[in-house]
T-cell receptor, first 111, second 111 residues
Framework: NAGVTQTPKFQVLKTGQSMTLQCAQD?????MYWYRQDPGMGLRLIYY???????DKGEVPNGYNVSRLNKREFSLRLESAAPSQTSVYFC??????????FGDGTRLSIL | QKEVEQNSGPLSVPEGAIASLNCTYS??????FFWYRQYSGKSPELIMS????GDKEDGRFTAQLNKASQYVSLLIRDSQPSDSATYLC???????????FGSGTRLLVRP
């Protein structure tokens, strides 16, 4: 998925540590999204940014913060990681009513 | 009540058969509908999008939308083992461009 780049691809944290997941796009799309995916749960929206300068909470925002740094970049921060935040995190981008396009994901384990 | 419902499966079909995947949604004013395919350990990739009632065909894939009955389906003709994956239904339900995802249906195509 050359258009949406997520870093890192894998990360292991200890409970209480903080980290930032990065997402960058070269598709020039206005909207960006952060999801988490847990087994049997589908994709759940954490936060989204409809356009540069705006962010809004999704379905499961507790324990997370986001920053829309510019049109290209949207980061997700875990201030104090908890084992319940062990998941696969996907960033997606979208333009208007078009489909969303996903990055390759970040696999995060919290011990 | 979950807003987008899918049977978790697995749906098992023999190679060459038609696979039929179904999705129901709760909001009558939903406007846009998408099917994504997700291989194990990979990110979702768009298969089909459909915006109006009726059928839309793309190669071996056909999406069917019935807004009155609030369901959308995906037919895969001449199923191949490489079609074995989880298929996610996504629905745009309000004036924002956010998508609500179902939990996915796992498809197994037997050689």
């Amino acid at each position: 998925n050359a258009g949406v780049t997520q870093t890192p691809k894998f990360q292991v944290l200890k409970t209480g540590q903080s980290m930032t997941l990065q997402c960058a796009q070269d598709m020039n799309h206005n909207s960006m999204y952060w999801y988490r995916q847990d087994p049997g749960m589908g994709l759940r929206l954490i936060y989204y940014s409809a356009s540069e300068g705006t962010t809004d909470k999704g379905e499961v925002p507790n324990g997370y913060n986001v920053s829309r740094l510019n049109k290209r970049e949207f980061s997700l921060r875990l201030e104090s990681a908890a084992p319940s935040q062990t998941s696969v995190y996907f960033c997606a981008v979208q333009e208007s009513n078009q489909p969303q396009h996903f990055g390759d994901g970040t696999r995060l384990s919290i011990l | 009540q979950k807003e987008v419902e899918q049977n978790s499966g697995p749906l098992s079909v023999p190679e060459g058969a038609i696979a039929s995947l179904n999705c129901t949604y709760s909001d009558r004013v939903s406007q846009s509908f998408f099917w994504y395919r997700q291989y194990s350990g990979k990110s979702p990739e768009l298969i089909m999008s459909i915006y109006s009632n009726g059928d839309k065909e793309d190669g071996r894939f056909t999406a069917q939308l019935n807004k009155a009955s609030q369901y959308v389906s995906l037919l895969i003709r001449d199923s191949q083992p490489s079609d074995s994956a989880t298929y996610l239904c996504a629905v745009r339900m309000d004036s924002s461009y956010k998508l609500i995802f179902g939990s996915g249906t796992r498809l197994l195509v037997r050689p």
